[in-house]
């Protein structure tokens, strides 16, 4: 196991798929950072840079569409390459599926915490940490952290990010291999951004519970969210992948495996 899982986690970490998508999450969190360049509002230290610049940054819209690419059809590439098959003369059916889940886990918190953290970083040390003051810029969850400490508001956010767009990669993993679609993968990320980030907040349908996935991938913007409510979220996002995984994929694939044996 620790052998496949190895190997499969360099090779979706130095995929295209991982590159592109590092790519895409930087540049949406750089073209702020430039603009703020353009007119820059004085007086700001780095963590309160990266808060005026998550304002400003699509990441909330393109977050959730990245997650998509980096690793969900993974499996269904397998099967149609015909790899899972020669895999299951070496590994079982269980092992397969804990190291993907594992792999897919792992991969997309280090796209999201190494293109949040490389930003923050240069943020800190171009501009500074000040002391909280009473006159802050953020009205997003974990506020009262903020008050406390900047540089620990900042690594939660910062974990607290990278944990969300893992919960969500494994729910879309989930519906992509339920479905055996790609273009599943594609699809529904997409339209549950359009869903419960424009149409449920165009209905007030996220006042008693916030559907909206745009607040997962940017916490700083003001919604409202508390920080149990967005943990929770994650949770319930990450029941739904496995169990989907679980049901649709292992389940099913051991059922055609058995009756192949036979």
């Known amino acids: 196991m620790k052998t496949y899982f190895k190997l499969e986690l360099k090779k979706a970490i130095f995929s295209w798929r991982t590159m592109l ?20 509002y004085p007086g700001l ?69 190494v293109c949040h953290g490389f930003m923050i970083v240069w943020l800190i040390i171009m501009h500074g940490v000040k002391a909280p003051s009473a006159e802050r810029l953020n009205s997003g969850a974990f506020t009262s952290l903020y008050d406390h400490s900047k540089i620990l508001y900042i690594v939660v956010i910062l974990l607290i990010v990278s944990l969300s767009s893992v919960a969500f990669s494994t729910f879309i993993f989930g519906i992509a291999t339920a479905t055996e679609s790609r273009l599943a993968a594609y699809i529904v990320p997409t339209f549950y951004v359009i869903l419960t980030g424009v ?39 990450t029941t739904l992948g496995v169990a989907l995984l679980y049901k649709f994929g292992y389940k099913k694939s051991l059922r055609l495996y058995e009756e192949r044996q036979v």
């Open 21 to 40: 998508s590092i790519l895409i999450v930087l540049t949406s969190l750089a073209i702020p950072f430039l603009e703020e360049l353009r007119f820059p």
């Open 199 to 237: 149409f449920f907040s165009a209905l007030s349908l996220n006042t008693i519970i916030n559907f909206n996935i745009i607040y997962l991938f940017n916490l700083i913007i003001g919604n409202g969210a508390k920080g149990y409510s967005v943990i929770i979220y994650d949770l319930v996002l």
């Open 45 to 113: 230290d780095g963590v309160d840079y990266y808060i005026r610049i998550s304002y400003f940054s699509y990441i909330g819209y393109i977050g959730p569409v990245v997650t998509a690419l980096i690793y969900s059809t993974s499996i269904i590439r397998d099967k149609d390459k015909g790899f899972i098959n020669k895999l299951m003369e070496i590994i079982d059916l269980k092992t397969y599926y804990k190291v993907k889940v594992a792999v897919n886990s792992l991969v997309t918190f280090i796209v999201f915490a």
